[in-house]
Structure formats: C-alpha cells, structure tokens
C-alpha cells in the first residue's frame, strides 16, 4: 500500500529522494484519515525548516493538523498545485499531490525515518 | 406537525422600495450635508443596499429564523467537552437586577461596593473549589484565560531569570491549548496518551527538562478519563522546575471532589458557562476567570479585587502584573449568574459532579452493546464511543450516524474529537438531565446503529427531517462565501 522508493515519518508525511533534494507530501492513511481536504498552507520558497517542526498546516472538514517536516532543510519548491487545489491531496497523495521539495542539511536524518514495512506497521498498530 | 419550508427568503428579499418599519420625527438639529463633516475620501459612491421591511416582516423573519434554531431549551445537548448544561432562569433574574445590571463600569469604588463585594465573595468560593489561592475574573472565555495563564507563567520564569521556551501538551488536549502556547510564543511539544488513555509518563519524563515552561493539562481528559496518576505528573514536571496548568473545561466532573490545587496544579481556568450554569453558546458573553496559587499572585492581571475591612477596592498597584487582559474586570453581569448559580447550590456542589458522572456512565453502560469503546474504563462525566465497528461493516461513517440522530430530534454530540480517537463520538450529558432524557437518546442511538445496517441508505442521506438538509460541507469550504449579493450572484 506504501511505496518503497521512500521513507515515512511517524506523523505520517513521506520523503522521497531525488537528484540529492528530499520530495515530501503526506501519505494516503493521512488523507484518508482527514476525509476531505479543503486548506493546506505551505512555507515559502527559502524557508528553513528543522526536522520534526511544523513547516505547514493542512485543514479538512474533519480536523486541522500541522504537518511535521521528516528532515531540516531549506526549501526550494514548493507545490502551488495542491495549494490552489487541495483536493489533489485526496485524490494523489502518493504523487502528483506532494507539498515541498527541500535540500537537506542534516543528512544523517534520513536513517531516522520509517521504511514503508515499518509505516505500514505503525499505521496497522493505529488502526486497532 | 407542519415541516417548515427547507429554504427561506433572506430579509434583502422581503425588501419593498420605500416601506419602512418607523417614522423618526423630524429632526430639531439642522441638517448638515455629509460631505461637510467627513473627508470625501471616506464616503462611498453608491448608498449600501438595505432591507426596506415593515415591523411585522422584521419581526416574522426573525422569529422563523430562531424557530430553526436549536437550544438547550430546546432539547437535549450531548455536546461532549462542551457541557451543554441547563442554565437555571434564576441566575438570569439575579443578573438582572438593576444595582448590578445598571452599574456603570467607571463607578467609583466606593459607589460600586456591592458589584466588588460579589466579585470578593465569588473569588472566595472559586478558590475553595478549586483548591487555589487567587482568582482573576478578566479573561473573557477559556481560550483567553489560557493565554493569560501562560502570560503569567511567563512573567513568573522571566522574573526567576529563567528562560524556557518549551510547553507540553498532550495529543488528546483540546485544540486551544497549541493555539495559546504558540501565541504566548512558547514552543509546543506534543506526548503522546497510552493505552489507558493517561498522559504517556515515560514520554513525559523523556520530553521535559529545564527548558519546559509548563505541562497543559485536561483533567479529567478529552477521553473522558481522570488522569490516574496525576501525582506522579505533577512530581515530574515540578522536578524540572516547569509550572502545571490545568485546562478546567471538564471540571464540572470533580466539584466537592477533587481540587486541581490539591492535584499539583499552580493554574487553572474555569470555564464558568460550562462548569457554573451561565449562558453556553449563541456567541453570549462568556468568562475565563483564571485561578493561581501563591507563586503566581504577584503577575495576575490588575487590578485585583482586595477587601479592606469592610471596605471593597480595586487594587491596581501591581507593580509585576501582566496589565490589564481586558477592559474592566471581565464580563461581570456573567459572574452574577455564576455566584447566583453557586449560592444556590452551596454545600450540595457535589451532587453537581455525581449526578454529571453517573449520567455519563448510565448513558455509556446503554449504548457500550452497540459501539466500539476504544478506552474502556468507568468514564468521568463524558465518554468517547467511535464509529468504527459502523465504517468497517455497513460503509456509515460517524459524521452520518450524527447526521441521523437530528431525524430523532437530538443534537448530534461531539464527532472526530479528540483526534486520537478514529471515528470518534463524544458524549457529555451533564447532570440536567434526567433518566427518561437519557432513555430517549439511547434509544435514538441504539436505533441508528441498527439502520447502519437494515437501512444503510437512510443513515448516509441523513438528515431527512430538518428545515436544511444535508449540507455540502466541501464546497461550502472550498469555496467559501460568505455575502449575499443582489440577483443571486456569489459575493466576496
């Protein structure tokens, strides 16, 4: 159900490597636990976020959330697309529907993050 | 019973060009013409569109409007962490009194003795309550009462030289807390519950260190649930040095019970529309008056309320207050009703509590068969059921199941709160109600939970019965608007 080619933070974001930047959004037990997303607000390009801070915040009819950044960074894209239409975030969240694109400073802060057999268990565990 | 029309008419519509609901003699100043008297930069080009009604169109708009109105008046209120409970018409007597209703705010101490005196006698009964020694009647809800709170903490560190940034909230606390703490510029760190429902200890401990200004707290929780072991928490956050603040909107659970100033706590607010029979809702006045332990007096918000022999005065030579949080102190004509509430009750305050709990756990022990109870434990005053079992089976979700009880003439309780929860209701039916209320809601739920799955269409298309159906909740906040314009079209 979760992708391999990334890894996963315990408040349910993922990080996806690429050309040496980190690709982040939330996974699709995130959006489905939210129901319909109707707000996501995101940092500006140049921002500097700290692994584990909120960098955003992401609003449904259900529930308002932060969203928490897997690793520190700065970053350098950032998604408009899912800002102007945050119902992406419920049909592709895997995908076309991911939020910022950073650089990372701290490396070594990628081991921290959850495998996707590792997500997949914590959201199993969450799920009884 | 005739159903009411599902849509009506906005009072722009009702307009007839020239009918007016009363004549205003002539005036007997001189009619000066506007732009004489404000710069025409400030005057707009074309006159505001307004309702042109008589009396009778005013009057009929707004009563039919308050017809689809739902109250606790009304009917019954499961609000859970809301406590919806029925505020006794006395109270509203006693706040009408004209000595207190008629007091200009400026009245000079000595003029206003009676208004102080209330104030001094209120803050006396609060204190023994809740078990602290200083009461502050300014905040004007809970959420300000938070914020003044941590305002205090901070006022309280900074004096010790102390600079902590950090405070810790439980993943179960209510949305206010975060809000107020990033206001007050704190960080927030978030501990997780464990499987009991209490505050995570062992990520307690790891999260708090000399950089922690304060534990947020509910108690009893969001869940429902008192915090079993309270002492515990308080040695370890008083071990560091941090503060231990009490979120006081369940504290209609513990009245003549338990006192959070006996329980570690140095802070608290109480929410008295919740606790203490005042006004709930409809956007009313509201009141957060904050309690402190000594530590904190010398920072609470000026002026104080002090008795002087038999004298009441305002004290307003703080020299370590905040300031002031708010004009005046708070809204007073709420703490009429308050002390009204309290008078009434005097010793008896614990049945308050008992009734509130033992409600909660009839209610629970009713409708336990039908739901999933993800905490089972014996509740507090309010309990958190979810709609799990509901989804997996039958495809309703909770959202629908509250939708659906409307069709039985209830407001629906709480859902998808606290957040920890999936599919989560929330049930508070405080102590106004009575055995038979408490059957006839069971019964609507226990009927819903039964159409989940012999009439599951009925449920998703809920509800059928209202003067406004279902409403669509995504568009209305995708694309909100909130203006009515002339011909229809959407404004901005």
């Known amino acids: 159900m979760f992708p391999t080619d990334r890894r996963y933070t315990r408040d349910h974001e993922w990080a996806q490597k690429e050309n040496g930047r980190v690709r982040i959004g939330i996974t699709a037990f995130a959006a489905e636990r939210l129901s319909d997303i109707v707000f996501v607000e995101l940092p500006k390009v140049g921002a500097e976020v700290r692994a584990g801070a909120a960098f955003g915040a992401i609003e449904s009819v259900k ?66 | 019973m ?58 009929r708009h707004y009563t039919r409007l308050s017809h689809r109105n739902y109250s606790v008046d009304a009917g019954f209120y499961p609000l859970g962490s809301c406590t919806m409970k029925y505020n006794p018409k ?64 901070r006022a309280y560190l900074e004096d010790r030289g102390e600079r902590r940034t950090r405070v810790i909230v439980p993943d179960s606390a209510h949305g206010t807390n975060p809000a107020s703490a990033a206001m007050c510029g704190f960080e927030v760190v978030t501990v997780r519950s464990d499987a009991r429902g209490n505050i995570d200890h062992a990520a307690l401990r790891r999260a708090t260190d000399g950089s922690v200004a304060a534990l947020m707290l509910t108690n009893p929780n969001t869940l429902g649930l008192f915090e079993e072991g309270i002492y515990e928490v308080a040695e370890i956050v008083h071990g560091c040095g941090a503060l231990m603040y009490l979120d006081g909107a369940n504290f209609n659970a513990m009245l003549g019970i338990t006192r959070p100033g006996d329980q570690g706590f140095d802070v608290m607010h109480m ?71 309290l008078l009434a009750y005097g010793p008896l305050l614990r049945q308050v509590s008992e009734a509130a709990v033992l409600n909660a756990n009839y209610l629970l022990a009713l409708l336990r068969p039908h739901f999933d109870l993800p905490y089972d434990r014996r509740c507090m005053h309010e309990f958190v059921l979810s709609g799990r079992r509901q989804k997996e089976q039958h495809g309703i979700r909770t959202l629908e199941i509250a939708k659906r009880l409307l069709d039985y003439g209830f407001h629906a309780p709480t859902v998808y709160f606290p957040l920890i929860v999936s599919e989560a209701i929330l049930i508070e039916p405080t102590e106004t109600e009575s055995r038979q ?23 998703r298309n809920a509800p059928h019965s209202t003067a406004v159906t279902r409403l669509d909740e995504v568009a209305a906040a995708r694309k909100l608007n909130l203006r009515w314009t002339a011909g229809g079209g959407s404004g901005s």
């Open chain 1, 63 to 128: 529930a308002a959330s932060d969203l928490y950044a897997p690793v520190s960074g700065r970053v350098v894209e950032v998604n408009q697309a899912v800002i102007d239409g945050p119902e992406a975030l419920n049909q592709d969240p895997h995908g076309s529907a991911w939020m910022v694109v950073m650089e990372m400073s701290a490396p070594e802060e990628w081991d921290q993050l959850l495998d996707s057999e590792a997500y997949a268990a914590l959201v199993g565990a969450e799920q009884t």
């Open chain 2, 90 to 153: 006395i109270n509203e007597d006693a706040a009408g009194l004209a000595g207190f209703a008629r007091l200009h705010p400026n009245t000079p101490d000595p003029l206003a003795q009676g208004a102080l005196e209330l104030l001094w006698r209120l803050e006396q009964m609060l204190c023994e309550i809740s078990g602290m020694d200083r009461v502050t009647f300014q905040p004007s809800a809970g959420a300000h009462g938070e914020m003044t709170a941590l305002m205090m903490i």
């Open chain 2, 437 to 459: 209320t408490l059957d006839e809601f069971a019964d609507a739920m226990i009927r819903v939970a039964g159409e989940c799955a012999t009439d599951p269409e009925t449920v």
């Open chain 2, 2 to 59: 005739t159903r009411p029309p599902t849509t009506m008419p906005v009072i722009f519509e009702r307009s007839v060009p020239g009918r007016i609901a009363a004549a205003p003699p002539a005036p007997d100043v001189p009619d000066v013409p506007m732009e004489t008297i404000v710069d025409a930069a400030h005057l707009r080009n074309t006159p505001p569109i307004l309702p042109e009604v008589s009396e009778l169109d005013l009057v």
């Open chain 2, 271 to 341: 929410n008295v529309h919740k606790t203490f029979g005042t006004p709930h809702g409809g956007g009313g006045p509201g009141a957060g008056p904050v309690a402190v332990k000594r530590l904190l007096e010398p920072y609470m918000p000026a002026p104080t309320v002090e008795r002087d022999g038999d004298r009441f005065l305002l004290d307003g030579d703080r020299p370590k207050s905040i300031g002031r949080v708010r004009a005046f102190n708070g809204n007073f004509g709420i703490f009429v009703r308050t002390y009204a509430y």
